[in-house]
């Protein structure tokens, strides 16, 4: 079982940047992805962003394509989104999460989400 501890949420004002910290632990071996999923008040969660082991690959959510990016420090078993360019629509609590085939529907081990607001 993988245990993912999420970090770096925060208030900031439109415009603004933030860098969210996943660090994960346990039994990583089969967890060769890592993505960033967010959920608003009263919508589902939606995907934002995902990267394979080493950073090799990544993929993002269309709404926050050229504003973060997400990055995997293997030695660290640890994946940062940098958040730049934040907009209200982007307040959430995101969670980290992992999948052995970085396909969006087989992401599991959800943290416990750290809340972003942007006002």
């Known amino acids: 079982h993988v245990q993912l501890v999420e970090s770096g949420g925060g208030l900031v004002q439109p415009g603004g940047s933030l860098r969210l910290s996943c660090a994960a632990s346990?039994?990583?071996?089969?967890?060769?992805?890592m993505g960033w999923f967010r959920q608003s008040p009263g919508k589902e969660r939606e995907k934002v962003a995902a990267v394979y082991s080493g950073g090799l690959n990544a993929n993002y959510a269309d709404s926050v394509k050229g504003r973060f990016t997400i990055t995997h420090d293997s030695a660290r078993n640890t994946v940062y989104l940098q958040m730049n360019g934040l907009k209200t629509e982007d307040t959430a609590v995101y969670y980290c999460a992992t999948s052995y085939d970085g396909s969006w529907s087989t992401f599991g081990n959800w943290g416990q989400g750290t809340q972003v607001t942007v006002s």
């Open positions: 346990g039994q990583i071996s089969g967890a060769a992805w």
